[in-house]
């Protein structure tokens, strides 16, 4: 019985991911589009990229099981979105607004590596190793993102922004 607790909990949470990916997908275009330093739009961009792979690998994790990845909301990613576009109306173009969309690219970022660590700790726990290794992948990626987002805050950004 407590297998099948866990295998239900694993499922829930990677719809939870699936919905968050696809929230991330469509917001990526407008952050890139707000973002004044190149390197930012760039590194949305580019994230946007890896961000359809990591859909893909969710994907065949879910024909795996033979369940559907849709019919979940994931109002946590809904919020840090949401504050997302409040950050970008508050602020016109400028470096501090780069700074304010880093900081929220950071906590999206965060809350995705919390996620995918679960999940690929529930993969291991239920001797699902292939889906547990996809989910690492995944896990490595988004923690690169977030190293990006602090070189990229900390060497460039955050310098111009203190000068505006």
Do not use: W
């Amino acid at each position: 019985m407590a297998r099948e607790s866990l295998e239900e909990v694993y499922v829930e949470q990677l719809k939870d991911l699936y919905s968050a990916e696809q929230q991330i997908l469509r917001a990526l275009p407008k952050m890139a589009k707000s973002a004044v330093h190149p390197d930012l739009q760039q590194a949305f961009t580019d994230h946007e990229q890896v961000t359809r792979v990591h859909v893909q690998r969710l994907e065949r994790i879910f024909k795996d099981l033979g369940q559907s990845p849709g019919g979940h909301k994931c109002k946590g990613m809904e919020g840090l979105l949401a504050e997302g576009d409040e950050l970008m109306e508050e602020h016109s173009e400028s470096d501090a607004l780069d700074a304010a969309m880093i900081a929220a690219a950071q906590r999206v970022e965060h809350y995705e590596i919390a996620g995918y660590g679960t999940v690929r700790t529930f993969a291991n726990m239920l001797g699902l190793d292939e889906h547990a290794q996809a989910l690492q992948q995944t896990l490595d990626e988004e923690g690169s993102t977030d190293e990006k987002l602090t070189e990229l805050a900390e060497t460039v950004v955050n310098i111009d922004a203190v000068k505006e």
